[in-house]
């Protein structure tokens, strides 16, 4: 049964998908719809967005698009790869960690405008949907979810075509249409179903859309600095950048030389394995260089305890779970940890191939008078038997009190 609601703020982006679910909302459920589009830096020209809401007779004042990329990669990404969070020992969290900010903007734009319901176009398959309604929940229980997916009949590209040329609503044709599904914003992008639906049929070349092959990557190597500070890369180069720009810089780099491809099978939370490909070169990167900084600057044990720590706070993030406490205390710990996490790391790139090939910092643990295989005068080797006989204690009492049985 539907409930009645008067505005619904819908994540909209002007494809085929969400054009039917503005037209399908206003003819449902008979209520008002404000249009929210992010600019997370998927790359597309999100203008059209705006004129295409006009036609469906959205209000100006009810048609919202926001540039989110310093606040994604900023209050996100950052915080994400201070973790060094990785799903599943491949997967960079790239449309994960997008949609609770969609979500968090939708739940503020449904306060500014009145609005007491939202929408978003997640199937009732994937991962999304549950992404986006933990979101708004945990923002804004109050406010009524749709979720047309879980709704309609509408269950395939042909019957949403028929939908959209029954009702007059207009899809722009750009050249020959992926077979992928896909979704893009600066830290990756995105492909699933079509031939990767058999999890043994390699991805067509021509499905890359960021990365050169390393076949054509060039034949020089490269070589980047990259600077941290509390965690944080701030300079590329020598040169300060802003979130944003870093990522996309970084990109830009990891592209050209072939970083950043993985080929997954994944768990998705709704309980069934699922086979995506990823590219992510900027986050590769960030990824590679910041484990590189830490293991200068990072005590062994708080290290080791925030490696044990990550594989948790990765599958909250991929469940969705961004907004919750365990989520948030495990953030303030692992941001504790970062701060010494300041310092310069070098890295070479060629092919496919990503190397750390120096790393320096004011405040490096790394100190050569006590690991010198030289001769030093700090540390004395006889130390070393007590060390081991303590840690060994236990085994040679259980040894001696099980030798005769």
């Known amino acids: 049964m539907k409930k009645n609601v008067k505005k619904v703020v819908l994540a909209y982006s002007g494809g085929l998908d969400t054009s039917v679910i503005l ?9 008002e719809v404000v249009t929210f589009t992010a600019d997370l830096g998927q790359g597309e020209e999100l203008e059209p967005a705006r004129k295409k809401a006009l036609e469906f007779g959205i209000k100006p004042e009810n048609i919202f698009i926001d540039d989110l990329r310093e606040e994604f990669v900023k209050d ?62 945990g923002k804004d229980s109050t406010l009524t979810i749709i979720a047309p997916w879980r709704e309609w009949d509408l269950n395939s590209r042909e019957k949403l075509l ?6 007059g ?6 050249g020959k249409k992926s077979p992928y599904s896909m979704d893009a914003n600066l830290l990756h992008i995105s492909y699933e179903g079509g031939i990767l639906e058999d999890p043994n049929a390699e991805p067509e070349e021509d499905m890359w859309l960021w990365t050169n092959s390393p076949q054509n990557a060039p034949d020089t190597a490269e070589y980047i600095e990259i600077t941290y500070k509390n965690g944080d890369p701030v300079a590329l180069n020598g040169e300060e950048l802003s979130p944003a720009t870093m990522l996309k810089t ?44 830490e293991s200068i600057t990072l005590d062994r044990e708080a290290a080791h305890l925030k490696d044990e720590m990550m594989p948790k706070y990765a599958k909250l993030i991929y469940n969705g779970f961004w907004f919750a406490p365990e989520r948030e205390m495990l953030q303030a710990a692992i941001d504790k940890t970062q701060e010494f996490v300041n ?24 100190n ?3 690991c010198t295989f030289e001769e030093d005068a700090v540390y004395d080797q006889k130390d070393a038997a007590g060390f081991i006989k303590l840690n060994a204690l236990r085994f040679i009492i259980e040894g001696k009190a099980r030798k005769n049985k």
């Not at 028929?162 to 009702?167: G, I, K, L």
């Not at 609503?169 to 750009?174: A, G, H, L, V, Y």
């Not at 490909?277 to 986050?283: L, R």
């Not at 890295?347 to 120096?358: A, E, F």
Request: net charge positive; with cysteine.
């Open 23 to 31: 037209k399908w909302l206003q003819d449902e459920y008979k209520c």
């Open 76 to 137: 996100f990404v950052f915080p994400m790869f201070r973790a060094n969070a990785i799903y599943e020992g491949e997967y960079l969290l790239g449309t994960s960690i997008a949609r609770p900010l969609i979500a968090k903007r939708q739940v503020e734009i449904a306060n500014i405008t009145g609005a007491d319901g939202v929408s978003h176009g997640a199937t009732g398959k994937g991962n999304d949907q549950v992404r986006f309604e933990m979101g708004y929940l």
């Open 250 to 293: 970084l990109n830009e780099i990891g592209s050209k030389h072939a970083i950043g491809r993985v080929d997954i099978v994944e768990n998705r939370f709704v309980g069934m394995k699922a086979r995506g490909c990823y590219e992510t070169p900027g986050g590769t990167i960030m990824l590679k260089a910041h484990r590189a900084i």
């Open 162 to 167: 028929a939908y959209a040329a029954e009702h």
């Open 343 to 366: 310092g310069t790391v070098r890295l070479k790139l060629y092919k496919g191939n990503l190397m750390v090939v120096g790393r320096t910092s004011d405040v490096s643990l790394f």
């Open 169 to 174: 609503i207009s899809i722009e044709k750009k």
């Open 368 to 370: 050569a008078e006590y």
